[in-house]
Nanobody, 123 residues
Framework: VQLVESGGGSVQSGDSLRLSCAAS????????MGWFRQAPGKEREFVAT????????YYADSVEGRFTISRDNAKNTVYLQMNSLKPEDMAVYYC?????????????????WGQGTQVTVSS
């Protein structure tokens, strides 16, 4: 199984970025997908998740209204559109796959992780 993130980069506060995560080696539509992030010196934290069919989404309070998660099951890809970026959003962003369909998506319940992509936001 491989989850490969792309789209990270360096932006200024208020800018936007779109992250992508291409999955292979698994039946993508059988997995709830999500994004986590980890800032230096901090624990990896949940950002957003999307259900297998893409109908249900859930966000961390810190990104609600600014970030949008979506998926294309035909392309085995999940996206994270990040708008109005803030310096506190700066972190390595990780794609995650979880075969469970209910309950919160926590670090301990993730079946597969991507390698991460860096997002840097300057004020």
């Amino acid at each position: 199984v491989q989850l490969v993130e792309s789209g990270g980069g360096s932006v200024q506060s208020g800018d936007s970025l779109r992250l992508s995560c291409a999955a292979s080696g698994l039946t993508f539509s059988n997995y709830r997908m999500g994004w986590f992030r980890q800032a230096p010196g901090k624990e990896r934290e949940f950002v957003a998740t999307i259900s297998r069919g893409g109908v249900r989404t859930y966000y961390a309070d810190s990104v609600e209204g600014r970030f949008t998660i979506s998926r294309d099951n035909a392309k085995n890809t999940v996206y994270l559109q990040m708008n109005s970026l803030k310096p506190e959003d700066m972190a390595v962003y990780y794609c995650a796959a979880d075969q469970r369909s209910v309950g919160p998506m926590t670090r301990g319940r993730v079946d597969y992780w991507g390698q991460g992509t860096q997002v840097t936001v300057s004020s």
